[in-house]
């Protein structure tokens, strides 16, 4: 499995952005997603995530409202609406894939497959 997000760039506070995952490789349909931070000197951190069927989604207390996750198994693809963007969402987003769970899990170690992260800079 190989993943691929982009959208990032540069925005300012209350704007948004919509970030991408594009998936290559096994059935993208089977695994679970999610999408992760991780800002300057702070550990990576659990943003959002999707079960396999995008019936079922889970989001961090502090992006509840503001962000959404979303997925076109048709296109082999995950998204990651952004809305009143905030300085403290600045972070690389990375996306990530599980196909050992069905649905969404907070823990990054749940996730075998990784993006290489795409950088989201809010100024105030």
């Known amino acids: 499995v190989q993943l691929q997000a982009s959208g990032g760039g540069l925005v300012q506070a209350g704007g948004s952005l919509r970030l991408s995952c594009a998936a290559s490789?096994?059935?993208?349909?089977?695994?679970?997603m999610g999408w992760f931070r991780q800002a300057p000197g702070k550990e990576r951190e659990f943003v959002a995530g999707?079960?396999?069927?995008?019936?079922?989604?889970m989001y961090a207390d502090s992006e509840k409202g503001r962000f959404t996750i979303s997925r076109d198994n048709a296109k082999n693809t995950m998204y990651l609406q952004l809305n009143s963007l905030k300085p403290d969402d600045t972070a690389v987003y990375y996306c990530?894939?599980?196909?050992?769970?069905?649905?969404?899990?907070?823990?990054?170690?749940?996730?075998?497959?990784w993006g290489q992260g795409t950088l989201v800079t809010v100024s105030s």
């Open positions: 990530a894939a599980s196909i050992t769970i069905t649905r969404p899990l907070p823990q990054s170690y749940e996730y075998e497959y």
């Open positions: 490789g096994r059935s993208f349909s089977s695994y679970a």
């Open positions: 999707i079960s396999y069927s995008g019936g079922h989604t």
